[in-house]
Nanobody, 125 residues
């Protein structure tokens, strides 16, 4: 079985920084695009940033210039560096992978749409 495990959330003051990490654990052969979404109370889950296996990145307008997404393909990890955090960044942040190659015996099969358990980010003074 494969799961996404996140770490790095917490409480920070406005203007501060946090670094979120996510790793695909289990019988992983490959991971396609990975990304971060967030969901604030009363709002829908929304994309923050994503990155393809080739390193092509995409950011929401609110994340541009403040957040940086990266990945290490051989470690099946992605990281979101968040700087200049604002109270409106407060949300539960979820890691996502759109397709993972899963090792099963002598075969590899592909599964889609993995989500992490979520990590809380709170920005407050």
């Amino acid at each position: 079985q494969v799961q996404l495990v996140e770490s790095g959330g917490g409480l920070v003051q406005p203007g501060g920084s946090l670094r979120l990490s996510c790793v695909a654990e289990g019988s992983v052969f490959s991971v396609n695009a990975m990304g971060w979404y967030r969901q604030a109370p009363g709002k829908e889950r929304a994309l923050v940033a994503d990155i393809t296996s080739d390193g092509v990145t995409n950011y929401s307008d609110s994340a541009k210039g403040r957040f940086t997404i990266s990945r290490e393909n051989l470690k099946f990890t992605t990281t979101l560096q968040m700087n200049d955090l604002r109270p409106e960044d407060t949300a539960v942040y979820y890691c996502h992978a759109d397709r993972i190659g899963v090792i099963g015996g002598l075969e590899i099969h592909y599964e889609h749409d993995f989500w992490g358990q979520g990590t809380q980010v709170t920005v407050t003074s």
